[in-house]
């Protein structure tokens, strides 16, 4: 898949460099910064989600979360809604249904595994996306060995886990690539994040009657809304925002195969938050999949001209 063309008004890549045509490092390095740190926002989220399930269930979560960070980013951006095509509303309600998809399959899934097991199947969805929309070699080794890295977090098998939790995990996974897919074309398409706040409320629309119908009246506890909106915070308004703005800035395929730090990202909040314990495979699983992420973004970099 070809690059997303810069935000508008952003100096091209030429422009940015200095006068031995390097390019300065927070130019380098800025998507990257994003993508990470969107990661850690959203598997801290998704840790303190697990802990609010016995309260509202995990449709009943994923409803907080998206109904709030809807309500959020209504109020901080407030998009106009006049003035675009019927490809881009057919563009937000395509983002909006991957998003509220990916969600609820994936609650559905940690109710029934281990959050690093959950996030481990599911990023499968963006390596088999990397693969498919590269055409280079190099991309594909990368993913290769983020591949290996998650096969092994999974301790080489996944037959002890929940059928139901794997297969729920597996379909987040091809949300997600979906997700990634139409997150980028909303980023062209809208801007700053109103198309995100839109798809956002599109995602909220479709969750609300699972939840409703869920848990009833029990999502009306303050205590759980108060809960909520940390998870909505910490895992869509804050980590959307900040992929949405990397994906105008990476391709596709490289941000798919910088998904793969999620396995390592979930591994390490299920053990601070859940106490969901690391063993030396664990770590030798993570180092792998840092590796590629790290070897995939270096190709992106020499690919652009933007490598010192």
Same mark, same amino acid.
């Given at each position: /898949?070809?690059?997303?063309?810069?935000?508008?008004?952003?100096?091209?890549?030429?422009?940015?460099?200095?006068?031995?045509?390097?390019?300065?490092?927070?130019?380098r390095l800025g998507p990257v910064a994003l993508v990470v740190a969107g990661g850690l926002s959203v598997?801290?989220?998704?840790?303190?989600?697990?802990?609010?399930?016995?309260?509202?269930?995990?449709?009943?979560?994923?409803?907080?979360?998206?109904?709030?960070?809807?309500?959020?980013? @209504?109020?901080?951006?407030?998009p106009r809604v006049r003035g675009y095509s019927r490809a881009d509303w057919g563009t937000v309600l395509?983002?909006? $249904?991957?998003?509220?998809? /990916?969600?609820?399959?994936?609650?559905?899934?940690?109710?029934?595994?281990? @959050?690093? !097991?959950?996030? $481990?199947?599911?990023?499968?969805?963006p390596l088999a996306l990397s693969v498919i929309a590269s055409r280079r070699l190099a991309n594909l080794?990368?993913?290769?060995?983020?591949?290996?890295?998650?096969?092994?977090?999974? %301790?080489? %098998?996944?037959?002890?886990?929940?059928?139901?939790?794997?297969?729920?995990?597996?379909?987040? %996974?091809?949300?997600?690539?979906?997700?990634?897919?139409?997150?980028?074309? $909303?980023?062209?398409?809208?801007?700053?994040?109103?198309?995100?706040?839109?798809?956002?409320?599109?995602?909220?629309?479709?969750?609300?009657?699972?939840?409703?119908?869920?848990?009833?009246?029990? &999502?009306?506890?303050?205590?759980?809304?108060?809960?909520?909106?940390?998870?909505?915070? /910490?895992?869509?308004?804050?980590?959307? $925002? &900040?992929?949405? &703005?990397?994906?105008?800035?990476?391709?596709?395929?490289?941000?798919?195969?910088?998904?793969?730090?999620?396995?390592?990202?979930?591994?390490?909040?299920?053990?601070?938050?859940?106490?969901?314990?690391?063993?030396?495979?664990?770590?030798?699983?993570?180092?792998?999949?840092?590796? !590629?992420?790290?070897?995939?973004?270096?190709?992106? /970099?020499?690919?652009?001209?933007?490598?010192?």
């Amino acid at each position: /898949m070809a690059a997303s063309p810069p935000v508008t008004g952003a100096p091209s890549p030429a422009a940015a460099k200095g006068p031995a045509g390097r390019a300065p490092r927070g130019t380098r390095l800025g998507p990257v910064a994003l993508v990470v740190a969107g990661g850690l926002s959203v598997q801290f989220g998704s840790a303190v989600a697990v802990l609010l399930m016995p309260r509202a269930g995990a449709l009943g979560v994923v409803t907080l979360r998206l109904v709030l960070a809807a309500a959020v980013l @209504l109020i901080v951006c407030r998009p106009r809604v006049r003035g675009y095509s019927r490809a881009d509303w057919g563009t937000v309600l395509a983002f909006g $249904t991957a998003m509220s998809g /990916m969600n609820i399959l994936f609650y559905l899934a940690i109710d029934r595994i281990p @959050l690093g !097991a959950a996030v $481990t199947l599911e990023v499968l969805g963006p390596l088999a996306l990397s693969v498919i929309a590269s055409r280079r070699l190099a991309n594909l080794l990368w993913a290769g060995l983020a591949l290996a890295g998650v096969v092994l977090l999974s %301790g080489g %098998g996944f037959d002890r886990l929940d059928p139901a939790g794997a297969c729920f995990a597996l379909a987040a %996974g091809a949300m997600w690539a979906t997700y990634i897919v139409f997150s980028a074309r $909303t980023g062209r398409r809208f801007p700053q994040a109103d198309g995100l706040a839109l798809a956002m409320a599109v995602g909220a629309v479709i969750s609300l009657p699972f939840g409703i119908i869920e848990v009833g009246d029990r &999502l009306l506890v303050p205590s759980t809304i108060g809960l909520g909106l940390a998870v909505a915070l /910490m895992s869509s308004v804050l980590p959307y $925002t &900040l992929e949405l &703005l990397a994906l105008r800035r990476l391709p596709a395929p490289t941000f798919a195969i910088l998904m793969s730090l999620e396995p390592a990202i979930a591994a390490t909040a299920g053990f601070l938050v859940l106490h969901q314990a690391l063993g030396l495979t664990d770590a030798l699983a993570i180092a792998l999949v840092i590796a !590629a992420s790290m070897g995939a973004v270096r190709t992106q /970099m020499k690919r652009s001209g933007l490598t010192a």
